[in-house]
């Protein structure tokens, strides 16, 4: 796909990108900045059009966002003027009250941020305000959810922290998710396939299964060999020097 | 440690209350003296204007006279705010609206509500309703500029996050458009109130019988009292600040105060 540049030279982000994700899996999908990662999240979303081609989740046309895909953002798309409470009820107006209540209560305490419900989201840290757009994404029952980097503006002991507890709640839920980052650490750790894409126009260059259990022992010579593949494919090794040969 | 530690916020309260006492007290001994030099017996002395505020208190003008004032401004400067902020989050989030409008607004936007008076006064003639249509008018335009400005800078994360919810039309106006606004509308708010307030005096000046700015006027021409002239000028600052910080006051609440900056 493209999008019109500047001097109306259209810049091509995307090309030729077609992958499959199971229901209930966990993928992750990585590449070099810029190469138009969150732009495929971003069309998948509904919330950029693609210029050429036919974009299909769930066997259905994307023509906008929809409640049963819920996106997650790095920049924190929290509501800033309602509580913790009201923020995870938000997605839930349909629902009858006692409902609403019953799923705030649940989530809230899922992302373990009981006692928290009447804080405001200035009152909390960083990592506290993913997990409440977390658990609002959780509340409202959507099939899939969309990560954009959703940790990456937070200190790398709160970032360990969410992983751990992403994969806890994404085990206990089993919903779809589609993670975009440019971690590899990140990636190895979470998914359970991680799709390597390429400079732009990007593609999906290739495909890892990490075949491991969770918790995953990040020691383990399974997790060590799948991450230096990936670090291979992006054309570096795990030591940051470029590798010749790729 | 624990000495220094408790007493620093004392000490810093002390201060700032002690700094504009000290403050006022240099500058009225200076009029006082200023006065005295210069041998006016026109331009009143500190206690005389104390004593002029007393006069007006006794003759029961004081309270008519605010009253009068505040009655316009709550009126002229309601009806801004009925008409500004719907105004102001249409002009932003329709863009054929803004371009169609925003030209206008910018052009009315310089004129000086007093170039406005004798306009008003053709229009109102000589009752309440011709400073009421002039403070409408000045802090209508600083309302609707703010939300409009609210709507068009709204972190588009939020808004993103409404329609990935399903939200549109209405509700989501209602529930994120209007609340992610509502702090910089506030602070337009906050403007036009201060506006409004300058406004008042300047229309009871020409248009009408009574309030402040009559007084001042009235208290000149009517054997150049200018003891109630300062009295009046003590009066409109008073009342301003009470006003700003009664709005300042508004900026606390929860739904506004993630808008204005980390604690």
Partial sequence: MSFPGKESQPVHVLERVGFQVRAGEFVCIVGPSGCGKSTLLNVLGGFLKETKGDVRVEGARVTGPDPGRIFVFQENGVFPWLTVEQNVGFGLWRKSARERAERVRHYVEMVGLAGFERSYPRELSGGMRQRVEIARALAADARMLFMDEPFGALDFLTRLKMRADLVRIWQAEKKTILFVTHDIEEAVQLADRVLVMTKRPATIQAEVAIDLPRPRDLDSPGYLAARDRIFELMGMDAHGSFVAAT | ?263
């Fill in chain 2, 1 to 263: 440690m624990t000495a220094i530690a408790t007493s620093r916020p004392v000490g810093r309260t002390t201060l700032a209350l002690a700094l504009p006492l000290l403050t006022a007290a240099v500058l009225i001994a200076g009029w006082h003296a200023a006065v005295v030099a210069s041998g006016s017996d026109l331009f009143p002395k500190p206690y005389e204007v104390v004593n002029g505020i007393v006069e007006l208190a006794e003759r029961g003008l004081l309270v008519k006279y605010v009253v009068a004032s505040l009655f316009r401004v709550t009126w002229g400067f309601s009806l801004a705010v009925l008409v500004g902020v719907p105004l102001g989050l249409v002009l932003g989030w329709f863009r054929p609206a803004y371009l169609a409008l925003n030209p206008l607004i910018q052009v009315l936007r310089p004129i000086s509500p007093i170039a406005w008076i004798p306009v008003a006064i053709l229009w109102f003639g000589i009752e309440d309703t011709a400073p009421i249509f002039l403070i409408f008018l000045a802090s209508v335009f600083p309302i609707t500029v703010s939300a409009m400005a609210a709507v068009q800078n709204m972190q588009q994360v939020y808004l993103r996050a409404a329609k990935n919810f399903g939200l549109t039309g209405l509700p989501l106006f209602a529930r994120v458009i209007l609340p992610a606004a509502l702090p910089q509308i506030l602070t337009g708010i906050r403007i036009a109130l201060g506006v409004a307030w300058l406004v008042v005096v300047a229309a009871e000046m020409i248009a009408v019988q009574s309030g402040l700015g009559y007084l001042i006027n009235d208290a000149r021409n009517a054997g150049k009292r200018y003891d109630l002239v300062v009295a009046g000028m003590v009066l409109i600052g008073l009342v301003g600040l009470v006003l700003d910080l009664l709005v300042r006051r508004l900026e606390r609440f929860d739904s506004v105060r993630w808008g204005y900056g980390q604690r």
